[in-house]
């Protein structure tokens, strides 16, 4: 008897400390991979991220864009959706430029977007996304 009253209270204990953490929300991962410098492109890009964040409403939500490759110039601060950029990282989107890209089209952070997050290697910043679970959207052509 004595066994079955601790179980009891056991299983209640522990279904009261969980219960918090059921009722905090998924945090859905994104991380958008772009390598195109076709403008089409950007801006279906850019209305998949906003498609994205009005689908989930209030439901968190992390999303990172990586460019890399030829893509790289989608973040420069002279392109033709560098407000729509700047207006996203006000949203908490990420942008992320892919270092060795930059160094091959001889662009310098100066360059790029205020906000934007140089990293070394694009698309190693991707795989480090997939591999902590990140969903992957290959972004353009």
Request: proline share 4%; aromatic share 6%.
């Amino acid at each position: 008897m004595f066994l079955k009253k601790m179980m009891v209270s056991l299983a209640a204990m522990m279904m009261v400390c969980a219960a918090p953490m059921m009722a905090q929300a998924k945090t859905h991962r994104v991380v958008f991979a772009l390598t195109s410098t076709d403008e089409a492109a950007w801006m279906m890009t850019l209305g998949n991220i906003h498609n994205l964040m009005k689908g989930f409403g209030d439901e968190p939500v992390e999303i990172e864009l990586v460019a890399y490759g030829p893509g790289i110039v989608f973040l420069k601060n002279d392109a033709t959706v560098a407000k729509e950029v700047k207006a996203l990282e006000s949203e908490h989107v990420h942008f992320m430029a892919c270092q060795n890209s930059m160094n091959g089209h001889h662009l310098t952070v100066a360059d790029m977007s205020p906000g934007v997050i140089v990293v070394p290697a694009g698309i190693v910043e991707v795989v480090k996304k997939e591999e902590a679970g990140w969903s992957y959207i290959k972004a353009g052509d």
